[in-house]
């Protein structure tokens, strides 16, 4: 298990109606956008608070 763990508010499309399919998209998919993005991480074995950080993504770096 990891002692941080990503969370993202998932935002599932309108378009989607069917409510297993609405489960699974809010599941599973992740914008993932590249590049800099504001990210919050639960810290699961510590402190236990959320941490929110900028990330970018494309070298998978924390930035100032």
Not at 46 to 61: E, I, M, P, Q
């Amino acid at each position: 298990m990891q002692e941080f763990v990503y969370g993202e508010i998932p935002v599932v499309p309108d378009s989607i109606t069917d409510p297993d399919a609405r489960d699974l998209d809010r599941a599973f998919m992740r914008s993932n956008l590249e590049g800099v993005q504001t990210e919050a991480w639960f810290h699961v074995f510590g402190c236990r608070r959320w941490v929110r950080l900028r990330r970018d993504t494309r070298a998978d770096v924390v930035v100032d």
